[in-house]
């Protein structure tokens, strides 16, 4: 079955300190994955995408298809980073979406 | 700059009654989706389109239906409100074939009494 699991449902990290927002997915082919934000009071929105394997805000993600992961990273946590983030994975142009990860930075 | 708006930012509705939900957008996308976003659940889609006139059922339709009348606007219909669907409902729009690419309106939370 196809699947996107976050393990985290909160992540608290102190300002300056590195994040990694774990994702892992189940799909039977060639995964396309997505990172989208939702900032406080503001509206969802993609992050980024593995294909382009760009890096958004500092963060970045790579795809581990031997741990079928894509695990959002930053070196250095900044406050404007709290919000809730969402792994997706694209299937049959449909997206899977995980159940999200809060992250909150401490100053 | 693509814009996703939805009718109400928040809504109180009874128990039994027909609520409807509409999302307009202005980037003449193919796609329009409908989900409901829940603490610990994620997204979850629960009707989708690629065409006016065209709908298909998502992860959790039941309770639920849609209409696309016009290629802009998607309506998610509630026909008989339960206190189960109380929650965050989400409109998105893509292109077609960028259905990962996704524009999300910003939202309408439901509150069935």
């Known amino acids: 079955a196809q699947r996107v699991t976050q393990p985290e449902k909160l992540l608290s990290v102190f300002k300056g300190a590195p994040v990694e927002l774990k994702c892992n997915y189940s799909?039977?082919?060639?995964?396309?994955l997505f990172w989208y934000v939702q900032y406080s009071r503001q509206r969802l929105q993609l992050l980024l995408r593995h294909i382009s394997r760009e890096s958004i805000k500092g963060f970045t993600a790579d795809l581990n298809k031997g741990e079928t992961s894509f695990h959002l990273k930053k070196p250095f946590a900044q406050e404007e980073d709290s919000a809730m983030y969402y792994c997706a994975l694209n299937s049959n142009y449909q997206l899977i979406w995980g159940a999200g990860t809060k992250l909150i930075i401490k100053p | 700059d693509v814009k996703v708006t939805q009718s109400s930012r928040y809504l109180v509705k009874r128990t039994g009654e027909k609520v409807f939900l509409e999302c307009v957008q202005d980037?003449?996308?193919?796609?329009m989706f409908w989900y409901r976003q829940d603490p610990g659940l994620g997204l979850r889609l629960i009707y989708f389109?690629?065409?006016?006139?065209?709908?298909e059922k998502g992860d959790i339709p039941e309770g639920y239906s849609v209409s696309r009348e016009k290629k802009e606007r998607f309506s998610l219909i509630l026909e008989s409100a339960s206190t189960n669907q109380t929650s965050m409902y989400l409109c998105a729009s893509s292109l077609e074939g960028l259905a990962y690419e996704q524009y999300f309106g910003p939202g309408t939370r439901l509150t069935v009494t």
């Open positions: 389109s690629y065409d006016v006139k065209m709908k």
């Open positions: 980037m003449d996308h193919e796609n």
């Open positions: 799909y039977s082919g060639s995964p396309e």
